[in-house]
């Protein structure tokens, strides 16, 4: 499995970012994605996840009705739109793939990383 993360870039508060993620090789249907992000000097957390099967979607608590996870299976690519940006979300956001959603979101267990993409949100 490979995981191609794009999109990031320096925003001011209050503006918007896509972040998508190209990925390929699943050899089955029945899995989770999602992005991960690090800030300097603190631990890597989860951002949002979808699974493939139902689409069902999680976030974590700070970017709730902020952040939006979607793909587009066409396409195999996976997507995070991210508005009303703030200071806080500056971090590099990793796109990351697991078996389920439960054992990717709870668990974190993280079968396939791809590479980071940088956010940046100041004035």
């Known amino acids: 499995v490979q995981l191609q993360a794009s999109g990031g870039g320096l925003v001011q508060p209050g503006g918007s970012l896509r972040l998508s993620c190209a990925a390929s090789?699943?050899?089955?249907?029945?899995?989770?994605i999602g992005w991960f992000r690090q800030a300097p000097g603190k631990e890597r957390e989860g951002v949002s996840a979808?699974?493939?099967?139902?689409?069902?979607?999680v976030y974590t608590d700070s970017v709730k009705g902020r952040f939006t996870i979607s793909t587009n299976n066409a396409k195999n690519t996976m997507y995070l739109q991210m508005n009303n940006l703030k200071p806080e979300d500056t971090a590099v956001y990793y796109c990351a793939a697991g078996s389920s959603l439960f054992r990717l979101w709870r668990l974190k267990a993280v079968s396939y990383w791809g590479q980071g993409t940088l956010v940046t949100v100041s004035s």
């Open positions: 979808i699974s493939s099967t139902d689409s069902n979607t």
């Open positions: 090789g699943f050899t089955s249907d029945d899995y989770a």
